[in-house]
């Protein structure tokens, strides 16, 4: 079992900026890709950023310019440094991890509570 713990949420004004981590344990094989989605009230599930092991990157247009994701590979940690925080982008923020030959994640984190007040 392949374990995902969140830490960094909680309460922002807009404008400002959080840093969320997740940390992978419990590992029988190598990850391919770890990521970040949200999921707001009433939305579906969007992806938010991800990162292969090579550093390659993906983001969501509504992020682009704002949010950077960051891993380190040792020690199956990705990061998630969010600037210029909007209340569109409060959410619940579920860590992600892929294992090889699979097209989607393939474990989750249990979410992390990101609120961004006006």
């Known amino acids: 079992q392949v374990q995902l713990v969140e830490s960094g949420g909680g309460l922002v004004q807009a404008g400002g900026s959080l840093r969320l981590s997740c940390v992978a344990s419990?590992?029988?094989?190598?990850?391919?890709?770890m990521g970040w989605y949200r999921q707001a009230p009433g939305k579906q599930r969007e992806l938010v950023a991800r990162?292969?092991?090579?550093?390659?990157?993906d983001y969501a247009d509504s992020v682009k310019g704002r949010f950077l994701i960051s891993r380190d590979i040792i020690k199956h940690t990705v990061y998630l440094q969010m600037n210029s925080l909007s209340p569109e982008d409060t959410a619940v923020y579920y860590c992600?991890?892929?294992?090889?030959?699979?097209?989607?994640?393939?474990?989750w984190g249990q979410g992390i509570q990101v609120t961004v007040s006006s």
């Open positions: 419990g590992l029988h094989f190598s990850i391919n890709i």
């Open positions: 992600s991890a892929t294992l090889p030959v699979h097209n989607a994640p393939t474990s």
């Open positions: 990162i292969n092991a090579g550093g390659g990157t």
